[in-house]
C-alpha cells in the first residue's frame, strides 16, 4: 500500500536535487519543516520516486524504529541545509552578474562560492557510503535501472546522488528562486522563454497578480 498523506509534499522544481531543498520552505505563517520524522523522510522519498512503493514498505516495517532512521533524518537535513546554501549562492552571483548569457567568459573557476565547494564536499561524504545498490526492472514493459538503499544508511547516499545532478546536470542560470521575497521556493526554469518568475501560480503568482490589481484599483 502506498503511505498516505504524500501530497503534503511540492514538487515543482523540475528537478528532486531542488524539490529536496524546498522541503523547508518559508509560509505566510513562517517557515514549515516538511522532514521533521523519519517517516516524512521516507514519505518524502517515496513521493520524490527516489524509493519504489515495495522500497518504501521495507523500510516502514523494518527501518522506522531503528535509531540509524533518526541519524538518516538528521544527514538528510545537514545535507539539505549544505546544498540549500550553495543554490541561494549560486542564485546570488547569477543575480550580481546579470542577465542570461553575460557570463559566458567568466573563468569557471570563481564561479564556485565556499557555499559550493562545502555542498560538494558533504556531498562527496554520503556518496561514499557503500550502502546503495542497484536494480534492473522491467514493470508494465518499461525497463528502468534504479539505486536503492540497502538499509536505513542508503537513503541519505540515494538523496546526495540527487543534489550532484543539480552541479552536473544544469544550466546555473536557470537555477531560480520565486520572485515573492517571502516565499524561498527554488526551481529549474524549463520554460520555453526562460521567464519562469514564479514557484507556481497558485502559490505565488496569483497572490502576486492580485496585489498588484488592488493597487491599482486603490485611489492614491
Ligand atoms: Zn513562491
Known amino acids: 500500500m502506498p503511505p498516505i498523506g504524500t501530497d503534503r509534499f511540492i514538487f515543482l522544481a523540475n ?11 518559508i509560509k505566510k505563517q513562517g517557515p514549515v519543516e516538511l522532514l521533521e520524522t523519519p517517516r516524512d523522510l521516507l514519505q518524502w522519498m517515496f513521493a ?9 514498505a521495507i523500510a516502514e516495517q523494518h527501518w522506522l524504529d531503528r535509531q540509524a532512521m533518526a541519524e ?3 544527514d538528510a537535513l545537514r545535507l539539505r541545509d549544505a546544498v540549500k546554501k550553495a543554490v541561494e549562492e549560486m ?11 553575460k557570463s559566458a567568459d567568466q573563468s569557471k573557476d570563481d564561479m564556485n562560492g565556499d557555499e559550493v565547494v562545502q555542498a560538494v564536499r558533504i556531498i562527496n561524504e554520503y556518496m561514499a557510503v557503500p550502502a546503495v545498490l542497484s536494480r534492473l526492472s522491467c514493470e508494465t514493459g518499461d525497463w528502468r535501472l534504479q539505486d536503492y538503499a540497502a538499509g536505513p544508511e542508503g537513503l ?4 546526495a546522488r ?3 545532478r543539480v552541479f552536473t546536470d544544469l544550466d546555473r542560470r536557470l537555477i531560480k528562486k520565486c520572485r515573492n521575497e517571502k516565499c524561498s521556493l527554488c526551481f529549474y526554469d524549463i520554460s520555453k522563454n526562460q521567464a519562469r518568475a514564479w514557484c507556481s501560480m497558485d502559490l505565488c503568482g496569483n497572490r502576486a497578480k ?3 490589481h488592488y493597487q491599482r484599483e486603490m485611489p492614491s
Open 15 to 25: 528537478h528532486p536535487g531542488l524539490d529536496f531543498i524546498n522541503t523547508r520552505m
Open 48 to 56: 520524490g520516486y527516489l524509493i519504489t512503493a515495495g522500497d518504501y
Open 72 to 74: 538518516a533524518l538528521a
Open 91 to 101: 542564485i546570488l552571483r547569477q543575480e550580481q552578474e546579470g542577465p542570461v548569457g
Open 156 to 159: 541519505v547516499p540515494l538523496i
Open 162 to 164: 540527487q543534489a550532484s
Open 210 to 212: 492580485a496585489a498588484k
